[in-house]
């Protein structure tokens, strides 16, 4: 019966993350701002990478012709409104600000991994039930932030960028280097 109900337990928790993986594999990018236009809605919020290796998240106002007008938030100040070219875009993702699937997976491998931990313990003064108890938070943390770290790609510029450098952000004498390749 405990075989049984640990299969039945991880057996769901695999169906929920091949959902996710399943789910997560939609359209190509589109390589003009004018097939971006029906692909993209107000309010929807974008991360836009520059050529210059700049980065700005915020929320679209408006896509037209060659320019996508965005609003990006300000700590303690009013939104500013930002417009930027289509020759100055080099990519432009689609981030989810909402974790909670993710967190859900997480959690529900973490409870995965406490009933195989706690089935399989040979230990008799409960030494593991620590991290039996704890699998659950830490893997629905670990899903949270795995879910806010990806985004899905909705304008890749035609243009060849090969490598972007730019100042390192650290005292040290250091260069930062980013490159793009495409297959």
Not at 23 to 48: C, K, R
Not at 104 to 128: D, F, M, P, R
Request: avoid cysteine.
């Amino acid at each position: 019966m405990a075989k049984l109900m640990t299969s039945s337990v991880l057996s769901i928790v695999t169906l929920m993350v091949l959902e996710g993986v399943a789910g997560a594999q939609t359209q190509s990018p589109v390589q003009t701002f004018a097939a971006l236009q029906p692909l993209i809605a107000a309010d929807q919020e974008i991360v836009v990478w520059r050529d210059d290796g700049g980065k700005t998240r915020g929320k679209v106002i408006a896509v037209s012709g060659d320019t996508i007008e965005i609003r990006r938030p300000r700590l303690f100040r009013r939104a500013a409104r930002e417009v930027i070219a289509e020759s100055s875009v080099r990519r432009i993702d689609h981030w989810d600000s909402s974790t909670v699937k993710g967190g859900i997976i997480g959690a529900a491998v973490g409870l995965a991994v406490s009933v195989a931990l706690l089935k399989t313990s040979q230990s008799e003064n409960w030494s593991e039930l620590p991290v039996a108890a704890a699998s659950p938070v830490v893997g629905g943390w670990i899903g949270s932030a795995i879910d806010g770290a990806i985004t899905r790609p909705l304008f890749v510029s035609p243009k060849v960028t090969d490598a972007v450098t730019g100042p390192s952000r650290s005292r040290g004498a250091r260069v930062v280097v980013a490159a793009s390749l495409r297959f």
